[in-house]
């Protein structure tokens, strides 16, 4: 699609809008900015929405789950609408939502996994167990036509050296995926308090979308996904509703061009 026309379109629904490296980051609702973009013109959709009365400021702006709910599907339906007959879409959620959205993602989708990204880190409750993991959903249109890159994400098995009839470059991963959160003091962290790490935001871009490829990201948050895309040679249209999260995102990118 043509990333400089929907610039052109979305002047009235985006506060803001910059151009890095032939991406573009929307400051605005994804519900403005989602109508405009062409049916099926989209490789890879990835969803890491506000969660329900998890954690951030926007987690608590839903009255009930069911509105919550209903917002969530809105962005499935329009997912649907814009995503490429052969791409992917990941979305992220929280333990408690998730079986709400499986069955949401059902009517539209296939889900090919239902992934976890174990995070660990953080502080440990005395009175329960420790939250450690959400529920990442891998969705696809065709199940026998995506992109699926298995070679650019496989990891070593540990009989690797010991096994010669195992492929030499890795296995597939599993679907539990351990890969740190940014607790703590690690370079990479912005001020976002739900950031992906980058090297969660590249196994998703590398497994679903070849170079130059274009990948929709509806709530762009602290813009690791848009970081990944540009690392990775992939274009992305970013839309972020807040204005200080959307200048973390817009400092990234810019950063990671020069």
Request: hydrophobic fraction near 35%.
């Amino acid at each position: 699609m043509d990333i400089e026309k929907l610039k052109l379109e979305a002047q009235n629904k985006a506060l803001h809008i910059a151009d890095v490296s032939g991406s573009a980051l929307f400051n605005a609702d994804c519900m403005d900015i989602l109508p405009l973009i062409p049916d099926k013109s989209v490789n890879l959709i990835v969803i890491d929405p506000p969660y329900f009365e998890v954690k951030g400021d926007f987690d608590f702006i839903f009255e009930s789950e069911k509105q919550y709910l209903e917002f969530i599907e809105s962005v499935i339906v329009e997912s649907k609408r814009v995503l490429k007959q052969d791409g992917s879409l990941f979305l992220y959620c929280s333990q408690e939502m998730g079986a709400y959205i499986d069955l949401i993602l059902r009517k539209y989708f296939i889900i090919k996994n239902r992934l976890i990204w174990y995070r660990s880190g953080g502080i440990s409750p005395r009175k329960k167990f420790k939250v450690s993991h959400e529920p990442l959903f891998y969705c696809v249109n065709d199940i026998n036509n995506h992109t699926w890159n298995l070679d650019d994400i496989r990891v070593k098995s540990i009989y690797a050296d010991k096994d010669k009839r195992l492929n030499p470059l890795g296995k597939s991963p599993d679907d539990v995926w351990c890969i740190p959160n940014l607790v703590g003091k690690k370079s990479e962290k912005v001020p976002h308090p739900t950031q992906k790490p980058l090297e969660l935001c590249d196994r998703i871009i590398k497994c679903s979308t070849n170079q130059n490829d274009l990948i929709l990201i509806p709530f762009a948050g602290s813009g690791s996904e848009f970081v990944s895309a540009i690392n990775l040679n992939r274009k992305s249209i970013g839309i972020e509703k807040e204005k200080q999260y959307y200048d973390v995102a817009v400092r990234r990118a810019s950063e990671y061009c020069h």
